[in-house]
């Protein structure tokens, strides 16, 4: 069995499209396939069709009253409420059915790991982390990472680990289970103060028997990848430690990146090839090798989520793809087709060094500061030593 990968898969995904001007176009999963396959990632690999998340499913985590809303929208208009008909979250047909495909696809995913048919699992067209219980928020409708994180929670997996690496904080899922000392929360995000949806700050841990459980790590606009990793890895693989987790759910959001148009990090697809590397080392050290990678954020859809994403298929794969690979001409002609006058990448890299220095406990910087507020939030509830490079 080994690292064997279930890829869950289908063209019916690409449904979920909020409207051609939206900034979550569905092109881009198009093209992450496209790109995967083309260099060779996919061979041999049978994608997994998806089934709907039933009622049961989407109900451990949303209200009835609110899936009846969705359920409407198209037919009852803006007026509908719950955060549906905004600019952000337009009505759009079938939108139940494609939202609950995600969903499905993620539980879908999850099965494969809990089954043990397979260790690591990913749904791309996933990673929609910001719906909330009762409403919709930030392209989101169904919030696809907490209904499979309840299922498998029901099937008696007893610690999850979340961690989310795109660009916004992952409230929606950080909201679900705040209070549940069964899962950890983990996000790396632009800081509330300068990015939507507000929330995340380091002092935001979890609360009664999940006190410590909730780990916020905002980042300073203008981090790139040295400053990402270090903060990344001076908390992350210790509370992991600490916690244990028996599954690693990871929100892989390629919008942390330099040319992404809604925020403000400095990441490079470089940065993000190592970031992705990390987790999979994560999983395998802290989670038995258990690992559900899903999608996120993402709006550069030409030049950097393809590109971003095949490496994290790749890594799931263990067929890592070397940075200076070429991207083949038969990619790039389709993409050409689909954009308008974007230039496109001619490689799998930025050409960027990801290198960085590890954390020492001196604060010389936003990014040190970052890191000891996190630390100092949540290390002691932990049984950490905030103070301690080696905790």
């Excluded at 899922?173 to 996000?187: E, K, L, N």
Aim: include cysteine; hydrophobic fraction near 40%.
């Amino acid at each position: 069995m080994g690292s064997q990968l279930a890829v869950v898969w289908d063209e019916s995904l690409l449904e979920y499209d909020l409207g051609g001007h939206h900034p979550l176009h569905p092109i881009r999963l198009d093209l992450t396939m496209r790109l995967a396959d083309s260099l060779g990632l996919l061979d041999g690999v049978e994608t997994l069709k998806p089934e709907p998340a039933t009622e049961r499913d989407l109900l451990r985590v949303h209200t009835a009253e609110y899936m009846a809303a969705v359920r409407s929208a198209p037919l009852s208009g803006w007026e509908v409420g719950h955060g549906l008909g905004t600019d952000d979250n337009p009505i759009f047909d079938r939108m139940h059915e494609a939202s609950a495909l995600i969903a499905g696809a993620s539980i879908k995913a999850a099965e494969q790991i809990v089954s043990g048919q397979a260790d690591r699992a990913v749904n791309i067209a996933g990673g929609l982390h910001h719906a909330m219980a009762d409403h919709a928020a930030g392209f989101c409708v169904y919030n696809d990472c907490s209904v499979a994180i309840a299922w498998m929670l029901e099937q008696g997996v007893e610690r999850i680990a979340y961690l989310d690496v795109d660009v916004h904080h992952g409230d929606g899922v950080q909201a679900a289970f705040y209070d549940d000392p069964r899962v950890m929360t983990i996000s790396l995000h632009q800081h509330p103060v300068t990015l939507w949806p507000g929330t995340g700050f380091a002092t935001e841990v979890g609360k009664g028997n999940a006190d410590g459980t909730a780990v916020n790590i905002p980042l300073p606009p203008g981090t790139g990848d040295a400053d990402w990793r270090r903060a990344f890895h001076a908390v992350v693989p210790s509370v992991l430690d600490q916690f244990r987790p028996q599954v690693l759910v990871t929100q892989c959001g390629a919008d942390a990146h330099r040319d992404d148009p809604l925020a403000d990090l400095s990441m490079t697809v470089d940065g993000q090839r190592a970031t992705y590397q990390n987790l999979r080392e994560l999983a395998e050290s802290y989670a038995g090798g258990k690992w559900l990678a899903l999608g996120g954020g993402g709006y550069s859809l030409f030049r950097v989520v393809p590109r971003a994403w095949t490496h994290l298929l790749a890594t799931l794969l263990n067929r890592d793809v070397a940075p200076e690979t070429t991207i083949p001409e038969d990619w790039i002609a389709h993409a050409v087709r689909r954009a308008q006058n974007v230039p496109m990448p001619t490689s799998m890299s930025d050409g960027a060094d990801p290198s960085f220095e590890p954390w020492t406990g001196v604060t010389a910087s936003a990014v040190d500061t970052a890191i000891r507020d996190a630390r100092h939030a949540v290390f002691p509830l932990l049984g950490l030593d905030p103070a301690d490079s080696r905790d």
